[in-house]
């Protein structure tokens, strides 16, 4: 079928079809830290499911995975270090993960990459699709064990796309269910991230640890005061100067390393510096209230999220240092503070008359003035001037 009508081997451009040459063959698998399930057995069932794609004679010369989450980018696979590995006595010869399949690949070493299922190489739709492209570049097809065999491409193709959808889904249905567990953990008032200033973190012997893969299961904490008193009393001072005092940042944080002894710093940190005391001032921790999505930390590449999706312990966590009506005026005033301010330019006219520096109006038009400050030309809106341009102004009068 498809073949020429007559003998055409004595032709010059004739070539015998070329031998099938010798393969080398990879798996890839992958366990995700948070399935419940043994990830030696997981992936020594993986293997065995992926060995139905071999021929008779065929065998793996070597397996690569990961025990990471498939929610992972492949920027951020490969964080699990050796030790790790060896704790988990994994009945299958690691020779790296992911990244290092797609090294060798890279480097010619194999010519065949196969799996038990698509959502191995990754759940995240998108990485998945960056190993299929990687391999696809270098004349690699990245087979499934769960996906139809012969037919036509296209029949494939639709199995392993509707796969690919189907993890991503489950992917979402993961993250929204961990976000549930985390918004719990907080309204039952467990510590979230490291212990801020003036508290440290206490086990709850009456809770049952988180599950840990890696180890002994991780111990569900609140917070308690430091037991150096002093700290707490830093924080008290440092509300107090911003409420009562209006004290920016970086005034307080002069204030605290004019006596380090009253207000110590964590060992091993610089002195006291405006951007500590901006977090203090922000942290509703010190309220007594465990807080949890005050940053979207996945998926908002750190943004602040609004108040109103904070999620707040039902009750009081652990003691409080400030009570929530202090932290709440408190943060009305730094608003207040860092609310632009205007300033027109006859103030900037007259500081600068002040300090003897020259000020002459060059010209001007119905929206904007341009004036000549000691030799240095500047263009000015006309009425209040922006905080930013103020500022600028301001620092440059100072500076002549």
């Known amino acids: 079928?498809?073949?020429a009508p007559i003998d055409l081997s004595d032709l010059p451009n004739f070539q015998e079809p070329r031998r099938r040459r010798e393969e080398r063959i990879a798996f890839l698998g992958r366990c995700s830290t948070k399935?419940?399930?043994d990830p030696g057995s997981s992936l020594a069932g993986q293997v065995a499911d992926a060995c139905t794609l071999l021929e008779e004679g065929q065998s793996i010369a070597a397996y690569f995975f990961d025990v990471e989450s498939g929610m992972l980018g492949l920027d951020d696979r490969g964080e699990v270090s050796d030790a790790d590995y060896e704790r988990l006595e994994i009945p299958v010869p690691r020779a790296g993960g992911v990244n290092d399949l797609l090294e060798a690949v890279e480097r010619g070493e194999f010519t065949r990459?196969?799996?038990e299922r698509i959502s191995r190489a990754a759940?995240?739709?998108?990485?998945?699709?960056?190993?299929?492209?990687?391999?696809?570049r270098r004349g690699i097809t990245l087979e499934c064990a769960n996906e139809p065999r012969g037919g036509m491409e296209s029949g494939r193709l639709q199995a392993r796309r509707t796969a690919q959808v189907h993890a991503e889904v489950a992917r979402h249905e993961m993250v929204e269910m961990s976000m549930r567990g985390q918004r719990q953990h907080a309204a039952n008032g467990y510590r979230h991230g490291y212990p801020c200033y003036g508290y440290i973190a206490v086990e709850d012997p009456d809770a049952a640890p988180t599950a840990n893969r890696f180890g002994a299961g991780r111990p569900k904490c609140r917070l308690a005061l430091h037991p150096d008193g002093r700290r707490a009393d830093t924080v008290r001072e440092v509300f107090r100067l911003r409420r009562d005092e209006r004290l920016g940042d970086a005034d307080i944080a002069a204030e605290l390393r004019?006596?380090?002894g009253r207000y110590p710093q964590d060992p091993g940190r610089r002195p006291w510096r405006g951007v500590r005391v901006a977090a203090m001032l922000a942290q509703p921790k010190y309220t007594g209230f465990m807080v949890y999505n005050r940053r979207a930390t996945s998926s908002g590449q750190g943004r602040w999220n609004p108040i109103s999706e904070w999620v707040w312990s039902r009750e009081p966590a652990h003691p409080a240092i400030v009570t929530p009506q202090y932290w709440a005026e408190t943060q009305k005033v730094t608003a207040q503070m860092r609310r632009p301010q205007t300033l027109s330019m006859a103030r900037v006219i007259a500081v600068a008359r002040e300090r003897d520096v020259p000020v002459r109006r060059v010209r001007g038009s119905d929206t904007h003035t341009?004036?000549?400050?000691?030799?240095?030309?500047?263009?000015?809106?006309r009425g209040d001037?922006?905080?930013?341009l103020a500022t600028e102004l301001l620092n440059l009068v100072e500076s002549l």
């Open 35 to 37: 399935d419940q399930q």
């Open 113 to 115: 990459v196969i799996c």
């Open 370 to 381: 341009l004036y000549e400050i000691a030799g240095h030309q500047v263009v000015v809106p």
């Open 385 to 388: 001037l922006p905080s930013a």
């Open 258 to 260: 004019r006596d380090p």
């Open 123 to 136: 759940r995240n739709m998108l990485t998945s699709l960056m190993v299929e492209d990687h391999l696809k």
């Open 1 to 3: 079928m498809f073949e």
